[in-house]
Nanobody, 117 residues
Framework: QVQLVESGGGLVQAGGSLRLSCAAS????????MGWYSQVQRELVAVITS????NYADSVKGRFTISRDNAKNTVYLQMNSLKPEDTAVYYC??????????????WGQGTQVTVSS
C-alpha cells in the first residue's frame, strides 16, 4: 500500500505564492510519475517523471514549478503569481512499482487552494 500526504494549501491573495508538498510512503520500490491535478475532471496541472521530464498545463506555464526529491519520495509544486482562477482542490498523484512487484497508482486526499481577488 502507498499513502500520499499533501500539505501546503490555503488562502492567498491574487499575485501571491503557495508551495504544495506531497510525500509518498509505503512499500515502494520505485516511483515513476508524480504530479498534481485540479479537481476539474482531474485536469493535469503539472507532472514530473523519474527521468525528470516535466509537463505543465498551458494555464500555469511560467508561474508554477514542479520538482521532486527522489530520496524523500516527495513532489513539490511552487505556485507563483496566483490568480483567482487557480482556485481549486489540488490532488497529488503517483504511480510506480511496489516491492512486491505490483504496479500502483494512488491519489492523495486533496488540498484546497483559494486565491482571492
Amino acid at each position: 500500500q502507498v499513502q500520499l500526504v499533501e500539505s501546503g494549501g490555503g488562502l492567498v491573495q491574487a499575485g501571491g505564492s503557495l508551495r504544495l508538498s506531497c510525500a509518498a510512503s509505503g512499500s515502494i520500490l520505485s516511483i515513476n510519475r508524480m504530479g498534481w491535478y485540479s479537481q476539474v475532471q482531474r485536469e493535469l496541472v503539472a507532472v514530473i517523471t523519474s527521468g525528470g521530464t516535466l509537463n505543465y498545463a498551458d494555464s500555469v506555464k511560467g508561474r508554477f514549478t514542479i520538482s521532486r526529491d527522489n530520496a524523500k519520495n516527495t513532489v513539490y509544486l511552487q505556485m507563483n503569481s496566483l490568480k483567482p482562477e487557480d482556485t481549486a482542490v489540488y490532488y497529488c498523484y503517483s504511480n510506480g512499482v511496489l516491492r512486491s512487484g505490483q504496479v500502483f497508482g494512488y491519489w492523495g486526499q486533496g488540498t484546497q487552494v483559494t486565491v482571492s481577488s
